[in-house]
């Protein structure tokens, strides 16, 4: 990470790649990292198990860094911009991402502000920056330049596991933060979503199934992207997010994540209800990535009536 860049060298986000350590939030228990490894493969529970290994190893103080935080200028409102281009037809929140576990190398030679400069000029919404150097390849430096070459509001993607995580990416001058509720306690959930309204972050809750929407739900999130991704064998299950809408309240903005490869994809989430999607591989590998964000966005975002909690159905 290079120091000339303001707000991220190591003061600003820890050695390495901006995970420290909050003593005060919910400890990741045995019976957590048991939990965390029946619904998760082996390399997304290494990557997490790895995460929270570096906050132990980081000695910042954590309420220094909120102070830093909240002397910030005000973030550029994630979540607002989704809600209102949605009334107007679909939202995209096109992904920057070099690499994936799963996937391989998508473009080791990406440059995050020439691809960001693609999206804006598609009509992307918003974009979504990949900050985990040794699995996804992504740093601060490339949400850094992505904002700066396209002024969109930017969520850092990244594996989030302490209060001290949702400075960080506040400082690096993220928008949003990516809470990932199959890899948090409940304790921690909900105090990671108070500090991100505090610091004026967006949070995008992202679930898989009925029970994590319910215990997102439950925390208070009000912005709930849908993994269409089996967190078993990785495979997409497309229609996962159609199935799942049913439990989304109307007053939440709700994100389709994964397996959208085309404009039909993303006209058909729309007209289930999603505000927005968030896509990464297939715009990274696109031959024309404007042209491929310009075919998914726009789609009339259908209604969802108010649902009952998924345990309930």
């Not at 996937?103 to 990949?130: M, Q």
Request: charged share 25%; aromatic share 4%.
């Amino acid at each position: 990470m290079g120091s000339t860049l303001a707000g991220t060298g190591p003061v600003a986000f820890g050695a390495g790649r901006g995970v420290i350590f909050d003593p005060l939030a919910t400890p990741w228990t045995p019976d957590a990292a048991t939990t965390l490894d029946r619904v998760m493969p082996s390399y997304l529970s290494d990557i997490v198990a790895s995460h929270r290994a570096l906050a132990e190893s980081d000695e910042r103080d954590v309420d220094e860094l909120i102070a830093q935080a909240v002397r910030l200028p005000p973030t550029l409102g994630f979540a607002d911009a989704l809600a209102t281009r949605a009334h107007d037809g679909l939202a995209v929140i096109a992904e920057i991402k070099r690499r994936s576990p799963s996937k391989g190398e998508l473009d080791p030679n990406l440059d995050p502000g020439g691809l960001a400069r693609d999206y804006f000029a598609g009509g992307a919404t918003c974009l979504s920056v990949l900050t985990d150097g040794p699995y996804f390849g992504g740093s601060p430096a490339d949400l850094v330049a992505a904002k700066a070459a396209s002024g969109l509001p930017v969520l850092r993607k990244d594996f989030t596991v302490s209060r001290a995580d949702i400075c960080d990416a506040r400082l690096m001058g993220a928008d949003a933060v990516l809470l990932i509720v199959a890899a948090l306690g409940d304790d921690e959930l909900a105090e990671m979503l108070g500090l991100a309204a505090v610091l004026g972050l967006s949070a995008l809750v992202e679930v898989h199934d009925d029970a994590e929407l319910d215990r997102g739900l439950g925390a208070g999130a009000r912005l709930v992207g849908v993994n269409q991704r089996d967190l078993h064998t990785f495979e997409v299950e497309p229609k996962r997010a159609e199935r799942l809408a049913a439990g989304l309240p109307s007053h939440v903005i709700a994100v389709a994540e994964s397996g959208v490869r085309d404009g039909a994809d993303a006209a058909r989430l729309a007209s289930a209800g999603y505000q927005a999607v968030l896509v990464g591989e297939t715009l990274v590998r696109a031959p024309d990535r404007a042209q491929a964000v310009r075919s998914m966005a726009g789609h009339p975002v259908g209604t969802r009536e108010d649902a009952e909690p998924a345990r309930s159905r």
